[in-house]
């Protein structure tokens, strides 16, 4: 393994990358995914054709910290028959259709009753939309509001061919193991059923991501987790709680295909070296038109709340791990969001191309971040008779010796590289290379080769 994790960006290929992660997603898209089940189990199966991937099976009924995992979930055919005999609303036709988690039954009953266990949006008339029912025994159907309203009454025939007994919650993990015992932790849900964006985009990035990191030198472990919602998380968390502590950095992916912009969701601490790193990457790329064309233009940050994806697992307070979410536009805010619009033609190559490029440059700043100490504090070194500055003056560029000055200026062993960019207004890697060249010429010592540094524990 020689590839370092800058020669990958400097080679990425983003365009190549969108097509083969929108074949991932439309090759995915058909399966029925839930808490559990086979699906979940197939979906897996897809993701472990091109990373080595564990897939850890927990049976229903073991407890997770206050919570149990649930019974597991499977169907096979689910319909609605109107009073003439035709199949008005049928599972096989889109997966939405059917309320997750529903319990089997087979009836026949009048459209007043039938209506109890339907499922629509009045003020998109013409979406199915996705609901669930994990937590609670029932069963229903999602349907058009516009198709609701045009039911005719009489007696209808409804069938649902599933079950809810016990089995195991199913989850997949891939690590990538690096020069130091910390990890960086990437996680994705891999509950929805056929929702492209909120579901399918983010677990496409996260096994892109792995790939390319597999083949290159890493500082840090990478652990890369496809797991169902909340449950997913807390199940992990509950089984690897002696091991957390070993996280230094995360981040949860979802909502990722779409053409909106970044935004990124802060970790509890708010000044973690994740949520450094990701503003960084973010505001550098609004500098960049390659990326900015991809990205809608400009990127919202926000405060974390305890509402959202599996960041508000990882960062309860029993644990507090640095780990923030970053997507594109978040759940809730597109139209789309949780129903059958939520389609392929939502999820874009070239967005899903952008956002495993901003992932990657956010792993490039955590690989390069550290803290540093000027062995020659004492006024400005000669940098002339060790060949890090320009022979004649006035000649060339002065951002690259504008580096070199700024990471001996402050490197005190208080303040990191992210701090010499951010004050500096600095590019990271121009910041990442004075530094690199500094140490070489025995001007500067590295305080923290392995990782989480002091202001990390600051933080806390």
Not at 102 to 115: D, F, G, I
Not at 284 to 292: F, P, R
């Amino acid at each position: 393994m020689t590839t370092s994790i800058h020669q990958l960006l400097a080679t990425f290929d983003a365009a190549s990358a969108g097509r083969e992660m929108y074949a991932f997603v439309e090759k995915a898209f058909p399966i029925c995914r839930s808490l559990t089940g086979d699906g979940v189990r197939e979906t897996l199966r897809l993701i472990g054709e091109t990373i080595p991937l564990a897939v850890h099976e927990v049976p229903t009924g073991t407890p997770v910290l206050d919570w149990t995992v649930p019974k597991e979930w499977n169907v096979r055919e689910a319909w609605v028959k109107d009073p003439a005999g035709r199949k008005v609303v049928d599972f096989a036709h889109h997966n939405l259709h059917l309320l997750g988690y529903s319990v089997p039954v087979h009836r026949k009953m009048q459209l007043a009753e039938l209506e109890e266990h339907l499922h629509s949006v009045p003020e998109q008339p013409d979406v199915i939309p996705y609901r669930t029912s994990y937590y609670k025994e029932a069963w229903g159907f999602c349907l058009p509001h516009r198709q609701r309203q045009s039911l005719p009454g009489g007696e209808y025939e409804v069938f649902i061919d599933a079950t809810l007994e016990s089995g195991s919650l199913s989850y997949g993990e891939c690590f990538l193991p690096g020069k130091s015992q910390q990890e960086v932790l990437i996680t994705a849900h891999v509950c929805h059923p056929s929702l492209a964006n909120d579901n399918l985009s983010g677990l496409a990035v996260v096994r892109a991501m792995a790939q390319h990191l597999a083949g290159v030198e890493r500082r840090f472990g990478y652990r890369f987790l496809f797991m169902p919602g909340t449950i997913g998380a807390i199940t992990w968390l509950a089984r690897n709680e002696s091991r957390v502590g070993r996280i230094a950095h995360g981040l949860v992916a979802a909502n990722l295909g779409d053409g909106g912009k970044f935004h990124y969701k802060r970790s509890r601490r708010g000044k973690a070296t994740i949520d450094r790193a990701v503003e960084q990457v973010l505001s550098e790329q609004v500098l960049s038109e390659q990326v900015l064309l991809k990205s809608g233009g400009d990127f919202e940050v926000e405060d974390f709340i305890p509402f959202g994806y599996d960041e508000r697992q990882f960062c309860s307070p029993g644990f507090d791990l640095p780990v923030g979410s970053l997507t594109r536009t978040p759940y809730g805010r597109y139209p789309e969001y949780h129903t059958s619009s939520d389609n392929l033609d939502l999820v874009l190559p070239e967005h899903l191309g952008g956002s495993l490029l901003t992932y990657l440059q956010v792993a490039v700043v955590l690989e390069g971040e550290g803290r540093y100490r000027n062995l020659s504090p004492k006024g400005e070194p000669q940098l002339g008779r060790r060949g890090l500055y320009r022979a004649l003056g006035g000649e060339g560029s002065r951002d690259r010796e504008l580096a070199l000055l700024w990471v001996l200026n402050l490197s005190d062993g208080e303040n990191s590289l992210l701090d010499v960019a951010r004050r500096s207004g600095l590019p990271f890697a121009a910041v990442r290379g004075a530094a690199d060249a500094l140490v070489e010429a025995e001007l500067l010592l590295s305080l923290d080769e392995t990782g989480d540094s002091q202001r990390e524990e600051e933080t806390r």
